[in-house]
């Protein structure tokens, strides 16, 4: 049964970059999608973007100016970096497992991670 | 960029049925998936495709779809359905094909 773990710094100063990493367990990272997620504070759930096994990526056009998504298939891993940092950036995150070529979904989450932007 | 529409909240009484919608363009042209989420936890997927429930999800839960409106049913509700449940699909606005999430709709079950 595949599972995902997300890890990484829980508090991140402003302006600096949230580097999260998620570990793909009981499968392989190969032929799926890989996505990042966030949820602030009592609200809902927004897409960061997704990587493909390959390497070629997809961002929210609103995030995408910061972000970069990265996946290392030898460790099973898939990362996020968010630069510049603020407040607003202050959520859980989540990594999920997903099939984006017809059926559109994603099936297997990681139990998510908080990370707080404040100095 | 496309949005996804959600009533807000939504409440069912035990045992009745419940339709929870979610409206948006891409919704004619791509398929929605259903997430159900409970405090503190991460989000689950519910239903997928057509009409697809993931192992272990309950067959009171099923998905439908017609035009721009996608719709998640839960036929005789349990207490344990009271819950956030957001829908998710394609976003097709301008040059981009990303992905996008309902504002979530807060099921009471009463």
């Known amino acids: 049964q595949v599972q995902l773990q997300e890890s990484g710094p829980g508090l991140v100063k402003p302006s600096e970059t949230l580097s999260l990493t998620c570990t793909v367990s009981?499968?392989?990272?190969?032929?799926?999608?890989w996505s990042w997620i966030r949820q602030p504070p009592g609200k809902g759930l927004e897409w960061i973007g997704y990587?493909?096994?390959?390497?070629?990526?997809n961002y929210n056009p609103s995030l995408k100016s910061r972000v970069t998504i990265s996946v290392d298939t030898s460790k099973n891993q898939f990362s996020l970096k968010l630069s510049s940092v603020t407040a607003a950036d202050t959520a859980v995150y989540y990594c999920?497992?997903?099939?984006?070529?017809?059926?559109?979904?994603?099936?297997?989450w990681g139990k998510g991670t908080t990370v707080t932007v404040s100095s | 960029s496309s949005e996804l529409t959600q009533d807000p909240a939504v409440s069912v009484a035990l045992g009745q049925t419940v339709r929870i919608t979610c409206q948006g363009d891409s919704l004619r042209s791509y398929y929605a998936s259903w997430y159900q989420q409970k405090p503190g936890q991460a989000p689950v997927l519910v239903i997928y495709g057509k009409n697809n429930r993931p192992s272990g999800i309950p067959d009171r839960f099923s998905g439908s779809s017609s035009g721009n409106t996608a719709s998640l049913t839960i036929t005789g509700a349990q207490a344990e359905d009271e819950a956030d449940y957001y829908c998710?699909?394609?976003?097709?606005?301008?040059?981009?094909?990303?992905?996008?999430f309902g504002g979530g709709t807060k099921l009471t079950v009463l």
């Open positions: 990587i493909y096994y390959s390497g070629s990526t």
């Open positions: 009981g499968g392989s990272i190969s032929s799926y999608y």
């Open positions: 999920a497992r997903g099939n984006w070529n017809d059926e559109n979904y994603m099936d297997v």
């Open positions: 998710n699909s394609r976003d097709s606005s301008g040059n981009h094909l990303g992905v996008v």
